[in-house]
């Protein structure tokens, strides 16, 4: 079992909850910064309470051994960790439980539950470790539900040092997998915020983005070969470090979201572990200019590990760092050698865009070089692990605490950045009395374009605080789609984003997806509502 | 009109065909590589003469003035560039001739081309500038067939200097693209070998691989977003720097070949000029060692621009170097930065690795700074241009001479190459008596494994060697597949590869396949018999 300490309505495990001097802490900064909000604690309900109905299903002899219909399991699976999901929680919102929870012990168990899932045309949601914030997981349709859930798949198969790849099973969780790899000297190095709590088949099927800013950022680009079962049959593409036979087949399953096919493993590109790191933090006194610097760096053929752009109001309330411009940590990391040459090039097009040098670093987190912020990186990498339970503790306290994030291209970005901004604060305006704040970051930058993420912190009213974020973010996802943005970078389209994805998917696509859905999943179980 | 200057039975422009002095050089160095072989020359036959039916299809009248139903021109657009088109021009063989060359001035000619072409089931090849050489642009199938030529489309839309990318119309051929964007400072920096004779849009529906030897080589990476036409709908992509919502719709395009839809236009992501330049070549005594030491380079996170290791007999025939362990051509460029630092550290590590270091050369072609070879990357660089059209002489004068390319990971290369290379032997010794030479290079390098891309140059016999090569490359290509590698990393699969392709493609991707061109192309009329 799964779960054991992981919270059933909030984020990762109950032992990693705020503690109450952290929880003092936040609770007086947001105090001050809005001034009359009611921050009265709301506990979670006891879950056994709520009046979950009993299973509507029972699996066939030959896979019952497979189910749980235990209540606290259920619910811990009937949603992914978005906002809106622990806000449900907290109010005792019991729509939409899967009526089991299904553990496949191997490949042929998945085929044998598909089978009987097509055959009975029960609906299933395939499910990893329940991290998705875009109703991805979520049954939320009427009539019965099972959740596959890949937990038990979560061995590393085989290791290929010369080529540095693996195969590895789609059910391992990010720390698991690395710990596997460990002894190899090898790493995947994909470190998704959610990192703990998410595994590779639930990066794989979204499209997960990790930790590099630069090159390759989306877990598309560290995929080898894929294996998937669909209900239409079992495939494996070639481990190949490239082909151009026909359009790729590996492109078709990720981002798939489960709606294709359900990947049960996968051979994935490693790394070694890096020797050489220097990270710096670069202050500016222009937003535009902070910009203007980000984008010359990304164009530059330098490739930073990290080179994420904190706005000020990001760097001050989760970097502690104060600036008028914005604060862009840059980093570089090499198994292989220095990396002195790069960093001492980006700093200076840095400079030369109006940067001021405020710290850097070496590789063993040896005192900073430079006056200044002592550690900006550090700090902020630090709230950044912590940031979930941060905002569980204010969701309890009817705060709307939430990101959305997206891309567009350099060009677009200051009208972009201009109109997304403002339909926030609009929306925030209309539904929370104006209390609220807006925040932006780079997660990842691209030579044509960054990849924005944003950040919202405003007061809600308690029973409130779902339709007032429904409403902050439908007002966001329109701006995204009109000013030429996509719904999603990293986070996938689940069932939250489904309309603005529709709007913009390529009507030709479309056709094409929805007649792939049919070949691979003719009656129509895999993930009802998601893609297709 | 395109094709003026163009050859219709062999490579490119027929003002640029060997001359006499170089046939002469390139005859007389066969002759000493494959003494008693027959060098007579067999002349291309006159095309009108050939009898080559009337055209059994007329456009309506508001299309009639896009078609051309001009011997010389359809013969010319009959097939693409493989030696085994060219052999089969040679011996005057006219089956498969389209019955017309159209060449629409706009989308909506797309869109009407197609929606007659469905309505009157007339099957449809999209073609770019012609140079397949896997059977893509041929009609093999019995009855009337058009060729959709873009050669009209050709034009750059679009430039945004700021993102770095321009909307271009698919049918440009490569200098005309690079002649557009240089007023700019820019360049898409996408060459291959067919540059000249092929199309953006023809290197999007084959994924081409380019001129870098790491990171972006596939087209695919460039692409920032497409504009396709489909019997089912036009659609657009939106410009976007990266996203994760649901499965890429430009990857299911990209590597389409023309059977799911026409690609109009892409906006495509481009590059500074290069203003640092280092090029060196490396020797090698052992041809193990030079694979170890090209698999550190592209392993170090270092990302040459080109990264081509020649094996002993490819080095001596195209780069006019002696080695016993083959000849790396390492070279870093960028726009940004002196590049210095990464070819120091690239060849510290392949000097670590048994490289000697021949020659090293800077960003203006200046005089070598090391003793030794003067200059084989410039001398391999000619030799790569020129070479298609050596092979049209050769193939003139009864000799095989065609190449294959392939993708696999690093692990498997040692035994994959020894059975390719030991399956080309025995085929050329079996159906050429033994008198032929197999040569190597890797075009591309990734982490995880090479592109290599073998040359064959065997004595055939005048008639038969069509079947001769086609017995080579059935041999070749079922190594390909038993030994884990692609049917193709760069070619496409077009008519040629199909069955191999058929064999790699995991079977659900197949289904899905299917199911998309049913949806795309209801009347099955787009390039038939290619991908699905």
Chains 1, 2 share one sequence.
Not at 74 to 96: E, M, S, T, Y
Not at 132 to 147: K, L, M, Q
Not at 280 to 293: C, E, H, N, P
Request: hydrophobic residues 40%; proline residues 7%.
């Amino acid at each position: 079992m799964t779960g054991d300490a992981r919270s059933w309505w909030g984020w990762g495990h109950t032992s990693a909850a705020l503690d109450a001097a952290e929880t003092e802490a936040l609770v007086s900064r947001v105090a001050a910064l809005l001034p009359g909000h009611d921050l009265t604690d709301h506990e979670p309900p006891d879950p056994r309470s709520l009046g979950v109905p009993a299973s509507r299903v029972a699996l066939p002899q030959s896979l019952a051994g497979l189910g749980s219909d235990d209540v606290v399991d259920r619910l811990g699976h009937a949603r992914g960790k978005a906002f809106r999901d622990v806000v449900r929680n907290l109010q005792g919102d019991i729509a939409h439980v899967p009526d089991l929870v299904v553990r496949p012990r191997s490949e042929q168990d998945v085929v044998d539950v598909l089978d009987w899932c097509t055959a009975s045309g029960t609906p299933v949601i395939p499910y990893g470790g329940g991290s998705s914030v875009v109703g991805g997981v979520e049954p939320r349709f009427d009539g019965p539900a099972v959740t596959l859930d890949l937990a038990l798949l979560d061995r590393v198969l085989e290791v290929d040092p010369v080529s540095r790849a693996a195969r590895i099973q789609a059910g391992v969780l990010g720390p698991a997998l690395e710990d596997q790899l460990r002894p190899h000297g090898l790493t995947l190095r994909h470190f998704p915020q959610s990192f703990e709590f998410s595994t590779l088949g639930g990066w794989l099927a979204t499209r997960a983005g990790g930790h590099f800013a630069t090159l390759a950022t989306h877990i598309d680009d560290l995929t080898e070969s894929l294996r998937v079962v669909s209900p239409a049959g079992t495939g494996e593409s070639r481990r190949l470090p490239g082909s151009g036979a026909g359009p790729s087949p590996d492109r078709m399953f990720l981002g798939s979201e489960g709606a294709l096919g359900v990947i049960t493993e996968a051979w994935m590109r490693l790394q070694q572990r890096p020797v050489w790191q220097r990270t710096a933090s670069v202050g500016f006194t222009s937003y535009d200019d902070a910009v203007a610097a980000t984008r010359a760096v990304a164009q530059a053929g330098l490739y930073p590990s990290n080179c994420r752009l904190l706005d000020p109001a990001e760097a001050l309330i989760n970097a502690g760092t104060t600036t008028v411009g914005g604060l862009l940590l840059v980093a570089f990391e090499s198994a292989d050698h220095p990396v002195d040459a790069w960093l001492d090039r980006a700093l200076e097009l840095l400079r030369d865009h109006g940067g001021t040098v405020l710290a850097t670093r070496g590789r063993d987190g040896s005192a900073p070089t430079a006056p200044g912020d002592p550690d900006a990186s550090q700090a902020w990498r630090s709230a950044f692990i912590r940031m979930p339970y941060q905002r569980d503790a204010l969701a309890r306290r009817s705060m709307l605490v939430e990101t959305f994030e997206t891309a567009c291209t350099w060009d677009a970005f200051p009208a972009f950045h201009a109109a997304v901004t403002a339909a926030a604060q609009e929306a925030i305006g209309r539904v929370c009395g104006g209390l609220g704040v807006v925040t932006c970051r780079f997660t990842h930058v691209y030579p044509d374009g960054p990849a924005p993420y944003y950040g919202i912190y405003a007061a809600g009213r308690w029973g409130s605080t779902l339709a007032q974020w429904d409403e902050v973010k439908a007002a966001v996802s329109d701006a995204i789609n009109a000013h030429g943005g996509t719904i999603t970078h990293h986070h996938a389209v689940g069932r939250d984003h489904r309309p603005w994805y529709d709007d913009q998917r390529p009507a030709p696509f479309a056709a094409a997806l929805r007649a792939a859905k049919s070949a691979l999943d003719p009656a129509g179980v895999l993930n009802p509502g998601v893609i297709v």
